[in-house]
């Protein structure tokens, strides 16, 4: 165990690629460099020259890149003119992700990512192609409490395991109500209102002309045919993205699996996490669907708002029994204590006030009268948001829940809990009304957890649920 | 269980004056911006009532910031720091209530820029994994004897445990 490793020779390719793609400016430039002048040598032999000292410095690269697992650490020896030497500590690892693009699947590697708490965005180390067999092992070796003792034996087979795969079917409905089927209509709809100001009378002529001809109902067809096409778009996309979803639990440990393509395995530890949140919007609420999330100190991508997808989408019944064999002590709470009614105006008017401003200005537009609606419809928004809030004190976690657009219910442990803070302004005053706000930490830095207008009680009281001798 | 006290110590009084140096700087630069106005209005010929509109309002605000917002700010800030925890309490429009447990406390730090110097001044801070929090303007000697308190309360909570 006490011999330097090296990264297999198929990582060489991929270390030339991330080259390439960092660089992929200005080669394309010394590209056409070379190409629009054939009479300067220089331009010309800059090309092959840049692409030949980028292949170098990936043999280098892979030349130096060594690791080593002794009894305490990892460590990672890389760098062509700058040395680096990474001393990872065992017990300070938050996760190991091993990412598997298409092609690394072709040569069975993948890229392994090593995260640290408090690393930022950066991973600790990151392995551009490693085996299946030695990712195994880096990721036992810090998960495994004894693995140097127990390799030996070749572990133990009757380790308690867990699995649970989510249905395809539920993946399916995942991307059927992904909001991203939202953004893509409004960001078109948005386009069309404007693209009519770049195109000439003449096309609007001719076009406007055949347009009546077809009749209205024709270009409807067409509006929605399209439509259709974009939301089966995304709904293929989230199944390549989250196809085969295992979760695994192993002694503290779980193991997400997940992609039909790109193939991602995350492992952390349970003890690491430090919140998780049920997640939910209007039209999955409907069906009763969740999803989670879980934050913790280090990992998680930033597409996922830094926190690591637990549950792309479950039933209650379904995220609950997942939770009760991974946290107990996170499952969704039965209640919570809801906000006082003098809260209610408050929610209303903070949410529609910004709307209710625009009005003046909506009736200099043409058909502005229509946007009337909009500030009712913010007010009915404030009233949900005052509804859906709310706030749980367990022994060791809280509960904060509340929406903005989604409803989000989070549970935080006490011991993650880094400072809590009850604020009021001038107006909450004079109702004796609080915001609350938990700071926790989690990848990118401190996230804020924060409940307004909550009243306090002395039954429930955050301050000396949090102060109790822990 | 007894509901406890708010926190009761406070900053030092020189903090009156750092603040009030401070805000008079911003001043400094709103008032540019009022000559600014009287120059364009004279260049342009302006109605002359729009730069005395300017000069009033910037007396206004300066006697705000200056001399009031500061004061009052004294006066809401407090500091508390127990065998368990720390708690601040401070804001004016917004009253802002914090505790820090001592065993999420990762590091205390004493800071000192120019100004603070001149008035033998120094903020503490105090930092967990989530956030930095600050206590600002302490007398020297309270800044660093807070600092050890702090110190030594979070090394013997972690023996605690």
Not at chain 1, 26 to 43: D, E, K
Not at chain 2, 104 to 127: M, N
Request: with cysteine; aromatic share 12%.
């Amino acid at each position: 165990m006490n011999d330097w490793s090296r990264l297999p020779v198929i990582a060489l390719l991929f270390m030339f690629l991330s080259r390439i793609k960092e660089f992929i400016v200005p080669l394309i430039i010394s590209l056409f460099a070379g190409g629009t002048n054939p009479t300067m040598t220089f331009t010309r032999w800059l090309f092959p020259f840049l692409i030949t000292i980028l292949l170098l410095h990936s043999v280098f690269y892979w030349l130096f890149f060594r690791y080593r697992l002794d009894d305490h650490q990892l460590i990672v020896k890389q760098g062509v003119f700058i040395k680096k030497n990474r001393y990872i500590k065992k017990e300070r690892v938050q996760s190991v992700d091993m990412t598997s693009s298409v092609l690394h699947r072709l040569f069975r590697v993948g890229k392994l990512s090593i995260e640290t708490a408090g690393g930022g965005l950066e991973a600790e180390a990151v392995f551009p192609a490693i085996g299946q067999g030695e990712a195994e092992k880096i990721r036992r070796y810090f998960h495994d409490e004894n693995f140097l003792q127990k390799s030996e034996e070749d572990g133990e087979e009757g380790r308690e395991e867990w699995t649970y795969r989510v249905p395809t079917k539920n993946i399916f409905l995942a991307g059927l109500t992904s909001g991203k089927i939202g953004i893509v209509v409004s960001a078109g709809a948005a386009f069309l209102t404007q693209v009519d100001q770049f195109i000439s009378d003449d096309f609007y002529e001719r076009t406007a002309g055949m347009m009546m001809a077809l009749g209205m109902t024709l270009i409807l067809v067409i509006a929605l045919f399209l439509l259709l096409i974009t939301w089966l778009v995304s709904v293929l996309l989230t199944v390549i993205k989250y196809g085969n979803f295992t979760i695994t639990k192993r002694e503290n440990k779980i193991t997400i699996t997940r992609g039909l393509l790109e193939k991602r395995e995350l492992t952390l530890s349970l003890e690491r996490i430090t919140s998780v949140r049920y997640l939910t919007h209007p039209l999955r609420q409907i069906f009763g669907w969740w999803s989670i999330y879980v934050d913790s100190a280090g990992g998680g991508k930033e597409e996922e708002m830094l926190s690591t997808l637990l549950l792309p989408l479950g039933s209650k019944e379904e995220a609950q029994t997942l939770m009760r064999q991974l946290i107990p002590e996170a499952t969704m709470p039965e209640t919570i204590v809801r906000l006082p009614k003098r809260a209610r105006e408050r929610y209303i008017f903070r949410t529609s006030i910004i709307p209710w401003l625009l009005v003046p200005i909506a009736f200099w537009l043409p058909n502005g009268y229509f946007y009337i609606v909009v500030p009712f419809l913010f007010m009915y928004l404030g009233y949900r948001r005052y509804k859906d809030s709310g706030y749980e004190l367990f022994n060791d976690r809280a509960v904060v829940q509340n929406r903005n657009f989604q409803l989000s219910v989070s549970i935080l442990p006490r011991r993650y809990i880094q400072s809590m803070s009850l604020s009021q302004t001038f107006f909450q005053k004079r109702k004796e009304l609080y915001t609350l706000e938990m700071r926790i930490l989690t990848s990118s830095g401190g996230r804020m957890f924060r409940l307004k207008d909550m009243e306090r009680m002395s039954a429930k009281d955050p301050f000396q649920w949090y102060r109790k001798k822990q | 269980m007894t509901v406890r006290d708010l926190p009761s110590e406070r900053i030092s009084k020189k903090a009156l004056s750092v603040w009030r140096i401070k805000a008079a700087l911003e001043i400094c630069v709103l008032l540019v911006l009022v000559v600014v106005l009287f120059i364009f209005t004279l260049r342009f010929a302006w109605p002359l009532y729009l730069p005395w509109i300017g000069v009033i309002l910037l007396l206004l605000f300066s006697f705000w910031h200056v001399v009031i917002f500061p004061q009052w700010k004294w006066r809401k800030w407090r500091y508390a720091v127990y065998e368990k925890e720390i708690e601040l309490l401070r804001g004016i429009f917004i009253e802002k209530h914090t505790v820090i447990p001592m065993n999420r406390v990762q590091h205390v730090d004493t800071e000192q820029g120019p100004i603070y110097k001149k008035f033998g001044l120094r903020a503490v801070t105090i930092s967990t994994a989530a956030g930095v929090h600050e206590i600002p303007a302490l007398t020297e000697e309270t800044a660093q004897s807070l600092r050890d308190k702090i110190a030594t309360l979070v090394g013997m909570d972690e023996e605690d445990e």
